[in-house]
């Protein structure tokens, strides 16, 4: 009874202060940063750590088929196969780039500090936001954390004007 009578007040209270819902519209937005992940994926893939991983998983494949070490050189081409194939899910649609962001990860506390946002995330995963939370593109930022040439940003700003292929759209065979 003591329970039912605490839990009465306390909803009479919430109602009688407008509730949650007038307390979140008197306050500041939460300022959530978001990023597309295209562009970020794009900035990787032309970046030199990224063309030094190519590099190394090829010279790891050249060594497998000069030692006639063929189940690890078909691993290898595998790996490279499929790691095309994620890079073009994440270029030119909305696949996932953790790996990628995992690499600058260090980083990303100054990116959020210096926008004044309280999280990071793709601007493909916000499925719903009120009024309440309010979105800072911090896509740039991120992108310049891989050194991007002025070709690449110039490709990244056209990339701004077109929507990402839907991913169940994607080819899904690694030697296309």
């Not at 995963?125 to 991120?142: K, L, M, R, S």
Request: charged share 20%; aromatic share 6%.
């Amino acid at each position: 009874m003591k329970r039912k009578l605490a839990m009465a007040a306390m909803l009479a209270a919430v109602v009688s202060c407008g509730g949650p819902l007038a307390a979140a519209q008197d306050a500041k937005p939460l300022r959530i940063g978001v990023f597309d992940s295209r562009a970020v994926a794009l900035a990787y893939g032309n970046s030199d750590e990224f063309r030094r991983m190519v590099h190394g998983i090829r010279a790891d494949y050249d060594a497998a088929k000069a030692a006639n070490n063929d189940s690890r050189a078909q691993e290898l081409e595998t790996e490279g196969q499929w790691s095309q194939v994620r890079l073009h899910q994440q270029t030119f649609s909305t696949g996932p780039v953790g790996g990628i962001l995992a690499k600058v990860r260090d980083k990303l506390p100054a990116i959020a500090a210096q926008a004044g946002v309280s999280l990071i995330v793709s601007k493909w995963e916000v499925q719903f936001q009120t009024t309440a939370v309010e979105t800072v593109d911090v896509t740039q930022p991120i992108v310049k954390l891989f050194n991007p040439s002025d070709r690449v940003l110039a490709w990244i700003a056209q990339m701004k004007t077109q929507d990402p292929i839907p991913f169940e759209k994607l080819s899904l065979d690694p030697k296309m």
